[in-house]
């Protein structure tokens, strides 16, 4: 096939996938599931992906299962996968995706010599009440979250259907391509807990060329693109739990030890870490459940809470000032303190090849407007664990950011973007892969 | 009947009715449910009364809907009524209780002219998980809760059975009785929310004699009776809402406005309240809840708050002050602030009287060993709004104490004590019942 | 000497003494002194004793060096000690008094046997500024403090008047008295500083009847008197010390042990600490400095504390929560914690045979109106410990409150009483003495 | 004068200085000054100026009275004014300075046409108590601080040795120059107060070059030299007065209204200010005094804060969440609140051009080991005012960072700088001032 035939092929097939990739984005973002608890989300991408022959691993084939960080408690699991069997998943897949198995990697062989080019794409919803609201359109179109306090607030529906398209585009241009294709969809991203333990299955190990990539974090103009990301936060998930005394608040208050106060001064303190003058850092304390009753002296408070850095170094340094902190505050007020590690994300870089290779394609298409060379992301991305391991062995990665105007902003209970986004994204990687077999 | 003959029968009834009263205790102490939510409680303390004639009142007909306060979310309702029918409580009950209208008045007309002699007995339990240790009896002896999360930790479940004992002695000896005779199980005392709704319904109006009581308090032997409290704490009930913005906390902290460090301000501050010369007071936070997740800047917090004073003007001044404190909070963080009281008790006294009653009583009981003239509550109870409306119509009012041992504080979640308490209990009110009679 | 014609000359001596004890109140409200450095206020009073040859001792004489808290800085010392010397104290006084040995004993031996009686006066000032307003007495009469930032606004320049004008009562009487009489004038009663090293040097050893007492604390009318007081609150007087690590606030903010900031943290921690079921607790940090300028990480904090406690046990209670509180902050910072006791005061009983002392001196009065059988104290004063010291030798004790109406009250800026008071106090304690001579 | 010649000459005149400029520097070391008290730094260095045949402009002449911010308290003025008269500043001196009108300017005009160039050196001291250690080289030399708690930890007494030692170059070269010359010599850097005022009266107006610089800031070797600086983070300063109501601790509490309890909240408040996503952002509450003594309600607290940030915009999000906060605190507690800016620095730039001129002259240089192009200040500095003042009327500034190493970091209590940065410091000045002459 000639270049010139595919490029006009290529223009064809997105104009044709565009009304599918919104339909799946829909569909996915009316079924939210966050970490862990994504049944229903990865049993209808396996569907999907079955129907195109390719290659599935699921649950312990996809990933190591001692890896896996932040796991729900047992109760919630339970209740997750009690929901999906009556959404209709079947006993076969309930089986392996049990107990927080989630998540799927789809391969493809075309046979023929050439590079291992993986994918990866995060399929995990938020804890986010989405607004009902007529101006937001999943409300005003119907499609808004079916899962009441989760919610689809960070794109990631959409990353599903950019993921689905390129599994179709794979497949449509078969022949034209060589070498193997790995698709990851990835559990758990939000919490930096899902990409490790694919990464210890050893997926990455023997991949040349790995893209990646998030639609918006910037306010951007449709057709926007950039070709590589810079500013990965490294980042610390903790859970810190007291462990106090319960007593009687009007007649003996001095009898308990309170774990609400313990988390409250937790709180307060850790926001008030000293910045640091090697550069950007973070902390948040982003849930915190305390207390059992009014009139009782709380005896069990918790929190959830993570560190950030510019870069490991920052984040450790984060991560130690919250340590000495926390314990500090148990021994404020007489109570057990535990502090768990339930997530993790490394700093990472972007290959400075891609710049050519997204600036070639971009020449391509009649989509893609403008490319930037590089832009912040300013957040975490277990991704990193990802780039790192196949630059490590040699391979070169990238973090792909797809412009759409937001709105709101990302985690917002309003959170939206442009669906014409989408098109693009699996027009941009689609022509990568595409440049990338013959590229010299 | 003669005097003598009558106490020697009443020491018969009551010898008979021990094993009854620990077997009604702790099935209560099996079934637990919190404030409003009393719906097999009360349908169990129903069928008791019923198959003994009395005439009940429940609904609407024993409380007031308006006057209720701190009812819970319509969800939690809705879980504990579906829970109730499962446990087989009738329909015609259901409809009748539903809503959060718990507790009944039941009452027995001698038929004779006589007294008006009021009792109440609290109902509810706590969310408190309890203990599960093989040192504790409910779980040595396998009657420990069967509700998850909820306890009677207050001894509640022993007040029931006093007033089941009480009813059945009425009956017992309804010959040798004349006036009337109202039992109030009164729902919803933690938190001061059941009384003012009862007050309201007229049931207080016309009383002569009023008796309430509590099991424990102070770890006093068997057979030490308190004849009258003092220190009865007005209290006052709060929840606080926060509600600020929502942003991603490694992108765009500064968007944020957070929800849950007002929270925990508010915490510190309110707990840092001066302490009054004027005399006792109290604050606690016993319950917090903000954020939705880690990596969110959380926009709902939520406090469960009350405080307390030795007398009204103390709560008054503690409730001031965290009122200003709160609003401040708000302001701090730049976030909306609710705050609802949603329950409410004030201070109360005893009336002399009671305790030569107690003394006369208590020289005709094998079991009473010491009766304190006055011993202090420490606490609030909202039994107070009774008492004080019997008072203004001219009618005597005490609240009783019966010692037991104590191995772990109310409220605590090993809470227990000695059974031997109950039929003392309804011996001394008993006894007291039959002295009012031709007291002079 | 009849009685009848004494008590008319007691009223006599009062009358003449009024204008006196008025012009010595107002000259020891010019020249304030703090604790440990009253050398003038010392100086001016053993004159004044001298003259009416009293046997005194003064410096080490007077009180245990070792047995002094709360010593002020060597600096603040010499300062005082250099503005004594200029204000006229000469050198045989200074090389006593120097170093912070303040205060002094007056004996009285009548040569007659009898009882031996001793009176207490505390004469320190306090470190606030008076108020500079015409409405304010000492303005508007001249004779307000000379010492900036230094004031008598507790009475003690009342008291030491009070002592005076006994003193000249005692020698103006001395034919109508038999045993002894120790008067001391105490310094560094603010603080709970004094006392001790004044009773471990044995003047209370063979005490029979001890009496001090204060002007005010309750807004009362002139010519109401309490006989005895209760609530003395137990109290410990605590400095802390943060240490930690300067460094530049923009450059290097990380490099930082911010000792500022654990002051901030201890004082929210400690005025949280628990309200207890005990009875009356009390906590505040009165004082607080610390950092060195605005760009650099503060190295350095200092607090003044203190608690209270109905009695010991709950003083006890309120220092082991400091205790604990402020090691866990200096953990929290990572700063060096030093915390020392320099001051504190025991609870203390009065004899209750005073009241019928009190009341048949007032029946003697025409000035006395009302005796107030007790009032409560709800402060600490360690006289408790000259009182203890008395009572565990078989010694009679009261402390009287001498009623004053008060604009605003005591440690307030504009802090003043009625100095009709004044004589009211002298005739109170000059008739007991004189009541006590012939006493059955 | 042939420029190889010139060259030779400059390398001589250096030499030559170096044990003047040493002996300069621990003059001003052992007599350090905060900001508007430099009067004995002042007369040093006019008389040195004037031995020169400088023009001086000192008092209201050098700088705008009403401009400057962060005037110490008068009384503080007046003892450092004695302190000046006592160590011989005459008094047509201290005429003029008294008041806090330290600082002066010093010019020299060739009279022949030509740039007019101006050199700035910062001249004040820190109220940081310097260490008293043998390890630490003015302890061993015997040059120490002898103003107790103020101590040279910023370097700016080697920057006014380097001010005298280029006044002695511009007088020894006068006749290689042309053109105009102004030496402003500034105060009260610390705290960005002491530019402005300069600036507004006139100095810059008609500036073509401006140059100043550091010592130090990166621990450098000697020989390295930054041709120009970024990150020059704007700053806020602002005092903070809590004005509450005073009562006596132990009686009556809740009668006080808690200004140090305030300064507490607001301290830990601002410490909590949420990162930034657009950059750099600093706080520090270096200083906080409150409170007058122990046993009484503080009503006085008094912080002295600034903010930072990478940007005027990061600056003032930072002052306005700070001002929110504060005055939310002072709501809280229900007290009076002042705030008040006292300095101020903006964010700035220097120009391009000096890269090419720095390496120039650096390869004249035997001393002058490596040029940085840029290096980062990541603090605040108010020379901006004056380098935005000349870059607004099309002149070029610079900030020139001189390499030292540094055992310790600025502000610290031991720090210290290689004296041997003072001739080379000079010589790059010097030898940019002469290049400036013939620059194309």
Same mark, same amino acid.
């Given at each position: 096939?000639?270049?010139g035939?595919?490029?006009?092929?290529i223009?064809?097939f997105?104009?044709?996938l565009?009304?599918?990739?919104?339909?799946?984005?829909?569909?996915f973002?009316?079924y939210?599931?966050i970490?862990?608890?994504?049944?229903v989300?990865?049993y209808?991408?396996?569907?999907?992906?079955e129907?195109m022959?390719?290659?599935?691993?699921i649950?312990?084939?996809?990933l190591?299962?001692?890896?896996?960080?932040?796991?729900p408690k047992?109760q919630l699991?339970?209740?997750?996968?009690?929901r999906?069997?009556r959404?209709?998943?079947?006993?076969?897949?309930?089986t392996?995706?049990a107990?927080?198995?989630?998540?799927l990697?789809?391969?493809?062989d075309t046979?023929?010599?050439g590079?291992h080019?993986?994918?990866?794409?995060?399929?995990?919803?938020l804890?986010?009440e989405?607004?009902?609201?007529h101006a937001?359109?999943?409300v005003?179109?119907?499609?808004?979250?079916?899962?009441?306090?989760?919610?689809h607030?960070?794109?990631h529906? *959409?990353?599903?259907?950019?993921?689905l *398209?390129?599994?179709h585009?794979i497949?449509?241009?078969?022949?034209?391509l060589?070498?193997? /294709?790995?698709?990851?969809?990835?559990?758990a991203?939000?919490?930096?807990?899902?990409?490790?333990?694919?990464?210890?299955?050893?997926?990455?190990?023997d991949?040349?060329?790995f893209i990646?990539?998030?639609?918006?974090i910037?306010?951007l103009?449709?057709?926007?693109?950039?070709?590589?990301?810079?500013? /990965?936060l490294a980042?610390?998930k903790?859970?810190?739990?007291?462990?106090g005394?319960?007593?009687h608040?009007?007649?003996?208050?001095?009898?308990g030890?309170?774990?609400?106060l313990?988390c409250a001064?937790?709180?307060? %303190?850790?926001?008030?870490?000293?910045?640091?003058?090697?550069?950007t850092?973070?902390?948040?304390?982003?849930?915190?459940?305390a207390?059992s009753?009014?009139?009782i002296?709380?005896d %069990?408070?918790?929190?959830?809470?993570?560190?950030?850095g510019?870069?490991?170094?920052?984040?450790?340094?984060?991560?130690?000032?919250?340590?000495?902190m926390?314990?500090?505050?148990?021994?404020?007020?007489?109570?057990q303190?535990?502090?768990?590690?339930?997530?993790?994300?490394?700093?990472?870089?972007?290959d400075?090849?891609?710049?050519k290779r997204v600036?070639?394609?971009?020449?391509q298409?009649?989509?893609?407007?403008?490319v930037h060379?590089?832009?912040?992301?300013?957040a975490?991305?277990?991704?990193?664990y990802m780039?790192?391991?196949?630059?490590?062995?040699?391979?070169?990665?990238t973090?792909?950011?797809?412009?759409?105007?937001?709105?709101n902003?990302?985690?917002?209970?309003?959170?939206?973007f442009?669906?014409r986004v989408?098109?693009i994204?699996?027009?941009v990687?689609?022509?990568?892969?595409?440049?990338l077999?013959?590229?010299?």
């Amino acid at each position: 096939m000639k270049t010139g035939q595919l490029r006009y092929d290529i223009d064809e097939f997105i104009k044709n996938l565009t009304s599918q990739l919104v339909s799946w984005r829909r569909k996915f973002h009316q079924y939210p599931e966050i970490g862990w608890m994504e049944y229903v989300t990865t049993y209808y991408i396996a569907k999907e992906l079955e129907s195109m022959d390719y290659k599935l691993a699921i649950g312990t084939d996809a990933l190591m299962t001692k890896q896996r960080m932040g796991i729900p408690k047992q109760q919630l699991l339970k209740e997750s996968e009690e929901r999906a069997r009556r959404k209709g998943v079947p006993p076969n897949y309930m089986t392996k995706l049990a107990g927080g198995h989630t998540g799927l990697v789809a391969q493809w062989d075309t046979g023929r010599p050439g590079k291992h080019i993986a994918l990866r794409f995060d399929i995990d919803a938020l804890p986010i009440e989405e607004v009902y609201d007529h101006a937001h359109l999943p409300v005003k179109e119907g499609f808004q979250s079916q899962n009441q306090g989760w919610m689809h607030a960070c794109g990631h529906d *959409g990353h599903i259907a950019i993921g689905l *398209g390129l599994a179709h585009m794979i497949k449509h241009f078969q022949d034209s391509l060589s070498g193997r /294709f790995t698709l990851l969809f990835q559990p758990a991203e939000e919490g930096g807990r899902g990409a490790l333990p694919m990464v210890k299955n050893g997926w990455l190990d023997d991949v040349d060329e790995f893209i990646s990539g998030h639609i918006g974090i910037h306010s951007l103009s449709i057709g926007e693109v950039a070709a590589t990301t810079n500013q /990965f936060l490294a980042s610390s998930k903790i859970n810190v739990t007291f462990k106090g005394r319960a007593a009687h608040a009007g007649v003996e208050p001095e009898k308990g030890q309170n774990a609400l106060l313990a988390c409250a001064t937790a709180s307060l %303190q850790l926001q008030g870490i000293s910045r640091h003058s090697g550069g950007t850092t973070r902390i948040n304390i982003g849930k915190l459940e305390a207390g059992s009753g009014r009139n009782i002296i709380a005896d %069990q408070g918790r929190m959830e809470i993570e560190t950030r850095g510019e870069n490991d170094e920052l984040d450790q340094y984060m991560f130690n000032e919250a340590k000495r902190m926390i314990h500090a505050t148990g021994d404020m007020y007489g109570v057990q303190t535990k502090m768990e590690v339930v997530g993790h994300a490394i700093d990472g870089t972007c290959d400075n090849e891609w710049v050519k290779r997204v600036e070639k394609v971009a020449s391509q298409s009649k989509c893609i407007k403008n490319v930037h060379p590089v832009l912040p992301l300013g957040a975490s991305e277990d991704v990193t664990y990802m780039m790192k391991k196949v630059q490590n062995n040699g391979g070169k990665a990238t973090y792909l950011i797809f412009g759409t105007p937001l709105v709101n902003g990302h985690h917002h209970q309003a959170f939206d973007f442009d669906e014409r986004v989408l098109p693009i994204a699996v027009e941009v990687i689609g022509r990568l892969i595409i440049y990338l077999q013959d590229e010299k």
